[in-house]
Nanobody
Framework: VQLQASGGGLVQAGGSLRLSCAAS????????MGWFRQAPGKEREFVAAVSGSGGSTYYADSVKGRFTISRDNAKNTMYLQMNSLKPEDTAVYYCAVDLYGRGATSLVSYGYWGQGTQVTVSS
């Protein structure tokens, strides 16, 4: 079981990036999946989550209206389209699977964390 996050990089404020999270080892089409991020010196925080079917999505208030989460179960891949990026979005972004169903935003509900991808937004 492995999650591989990719797509991070350096972008100017106002720019866009698309993150991908590819799952291998098994399929997760029946599991909610999510994105979290961790900035230097801060705790890991919820960003967005998507239900197994892709029909339900959840967002942190700080990214609502700017980020869009989606998934392609045929490719076993989840995405995070990030638009209108701000310097405060700078962080390492992680993807994970909601294994315990304790809530879309609950960090402790998630497992199989990927290695993370760095997103840096310059002002």
């Amino acid at each position: 079981v492995q999650l591989q996050a990719s797509g991070g990089g350096l972008v100017q404020a106002g720019g866009s990036l698309r993150l991908s999270c590819a799952a291998s080892g098994r399929t997760y089409s029946s599991y909610r999946m999510g994105w979290f991020r961790q900035a230097p010196g801060k705790e890991r925080e919820f960003v967005a989550a998507v239900s197994g079917s892709g029909g339900s999505t959840y967002y942190a208030d700080s990214v609502k209206g700017r980020f869009t989460i989606s998934r392609d179960n045929a490719k076993n891949t989840m995405y995070l389209q990030m638009n209108s990026l701000k310097p405060e979005d700078t962080a390492v972004y992680y993807c994970a699977v909601d294994l315990y169903g304790r809530g879309a935003t609950s960090l402790v509900s998630y497992g199989y964390w990927g290695q993370g991808t760095q997103v840096t937004v310059s002002s």
